[in-house]
């Protein structure tokens, strides 16, 4: 390997490890904020299933990353511009406070620099389209599932003591939780083996075959320790907006989130579409606020949030592209 691909994996894995800083609160935010484990044990419980997630899922979702750009485009420049526009929008997101998604700010800036390069023709129009979608469609999703899960048990549960439901609860959100944890391993992590994989195939060190998706298991354990870590970071900014601003859950309602999320994201790995654990646990966490009482949602704090899903794919995108329009100036090969 060349001294600029081992950087550009150095990179990669960077990245990885501020996903999950960056997204530790869509996994420990519920069962934080309903006091079920203090922050130090959730942040570890949500490591070990971030990271064992390799043994469960298939590896469809990076096959499908590291094809998102032409082959014939893709080059070690357009693949750290990509990382660096992604890595700097994590950055200011968390920054403020924000959940927004890593995902789409990997395939943002990645789109960026591509487009810069080569124009729209160099991306994947289908597999673009398929992710913008479910910009929308994840989020919803979750919402849905939370606001059925919330009813139906509501109904079974009737007039149950409150003091013994939330023991049990209390209980099962160490499930539920450990359930989204491996979700979000399992749909996150994906992303950067897809990214790497992209930068071994610009150096001919990785061949596409169609029909198979077989990811070098270097590269995901890699991965999956990589946000592990990061998870075990924990971004705590993003964990008091998650947990605590939007809606104040108790440990039934933080089952009911978890539980819809953790859902989404298995159905969207085994069809291999990257979607975003955030927009899908935040559309999980205002189901359930709205079920108790409509009021009880922060609709404010929710508006923002969804102000800064709409602005990260172009605005990672202009990062990556300045990010690969720079490096050119300077000579670096594209």
Same mark, same amino acid.
């Given at each position: 390997?060349?001294?600029?691909?081992?950087?550009?994996?150095?990179?990669?894995? #960077?990245?990885?490890?501020?996903?999950?800083?960056?997204?530790?609160?869509?996994?420990?935010?519920?069962?934080?904020?309903?006091?079920?484990?203090?922050?130090?044990?959730?942040?570890?419980?949500?490591?070990?299933?971030? +990271?064992?997630? +390799?043994?469960?899922?298939?590896?469809?979702?990076? %096959?499908?990353? %590291?094809?998102?750009?032409?082959?014939?485009?893709?080059?070690?420049?357009?693949?750290?511009?990509?990382?660096?526009? *992604?890595?700097?929008?994590?950055?200011?997101?968390? !920054?403020?406070?924000?959940?927004?998604?890593?995902?789409?700010?990997?395939? /943002?800036?990645?789109?960026?620099?591509?487009?810069?390069?080569?124009?729209? /023709?160099?991306?994947?129009?289908?597999?673009?389209?398929?992710?913008?979608?479910?910009?929308?469609?994840?989020?919803?999703?979750?919402?849905?599932?939370?606001? &059925?899960?919330?009813?139906?048990?509501?109904? %079974?549960?009737?007039?149950?003591?409150? &003091?013994?439901? =939330?023991?049990?609860?209390?209980?099962?959100?160490?499930?539920?939780?450990? &359930?989204?944890?491996?979700?979000? /391993?399992?749909?996150?992590?994906?992303?950067?083996?897809?990214?790497?994989?992209?930068?071994?195939? #610009? =150096?001919?060190?990785?061949?596409?075959?169609?029909?198979?998706?077989?990811?070098?298991?270097?590269?995901?354990?890699?991965?999956?320790?990589?946000?592990?870590?990061?998870?075990?970071?924990?971004? !705590?900014?993003?964990?008091?907006?998650?947990?605590?601003?939007?809606?104040?859950?108790?440990?039934? =309602?933080?089952?009911?989130? =978890?539980?819809?999320?953790?859902? %989404?994201?298995?159905?969207?790995?085994?069809? &291999?579409?990257?979607?975003?654990?955030?927009?899908?646990?935040? /559309? *999980?966490?205002?189901?359930?606020?709205?079920?108790?009482?409509?009021?009880?949602?922060?609709?404010?704090?929710?508006?923002?949030?969804?102000?800064?899903?709409?602005?990260?794919?172009?605005?990672?995108?202009?990062?990556?592209?300045?990010?690969?329009?720079? #490096?050119?100036?300077?000579?670096?090969?594209?």
């Amino acid at each position: 390997m060349s001294l600029a691909l081992l950087a550009i994996i150095a990179l990669a894995l #960077a990245f990885d490890f501020i996903n999950g800083f960056h997204d530790a609160a869509n996994s420990i935010a519920t069962v934080v904020s309903t006091r079920v484990l203090s922050p130090r044990i959730a942040v570890l419980w949500a490591a070990f299933f971030n +990271f064992i997630a +390799f043994l469960i899922f298939q590896t469809r979702v990076a %096959s499908n990353i %590291s094809k998102g750009v032409d082959p014939a485009v893709a080059t070690l420049t357009i693949v750290a511009s990509g990382l660096v526009g *992604a890595i700097v929008w994590d950055l200011l997101t968390w !920054w403020w406070g924000l959940p927004t998604s890593s995902s789409h700010a990997l395939l /943002g800036g990645l789109a960026g620099a591509a487009v810069v390069k080569a124009g729209f /023709g160099a991306l994947d129009g289908h597999f673009f389209l398929t992710t913008a979608a479910f910009i929308v469609i994840s989020p919803a999703v979750g919402l849905a599932l939370a606001i &059925g899960i919330m009813h139906a048990l509501i109904r %079974s549960l009737g007039d149950k003591p409150p &003091g013994r439901l =939330e023991r049990i609860f209390r209980k099962l959100q160490l499930v539920s939780a450990a &359930g989204y944890s491996l979700g979000h /391993g399992g749909n996150d992590a994906q992303k950067t083996m897809g990214i790497i994989v992209a930068a071994l195939a #610009a =150096e001919g060190l990785f061949q596409h075959t169609p029909g198979q998706s077989t990811i070098p298991l270097w590269v995901v354990l890699a991965c999956h320790a990589a946000m592990g870590v990061g998870t075990m970071s924990g971004g !705590w900014r993003i964990v008091r907006t998650m947990g605590m601003r939007i809606t104040k859950l108790t440990p039934i =309602e933080g089952f009911c989130a =978890e539980t819809s999320g953790a859902a %989404s994201l298995f159905l969207a790995t085994a069809l &291999g579409i990257p979607v975003s654990t955030t927009h899908t646990i935040t /559309g *999980a966490i205002v189901g359930t606020g709205s079920v108790r009482k409509f009021s009880a949602v922060r609709w404010g704090v929710a508006g923002r949030i969804v102000w800064a899903w709409v602005l990260t794919i172009p605005g990672s995108a202009a990062i990556g592209a300045l990010t690969y329009l720079a #490096a050119r100036a300077i000579g670096i090969p594209g």
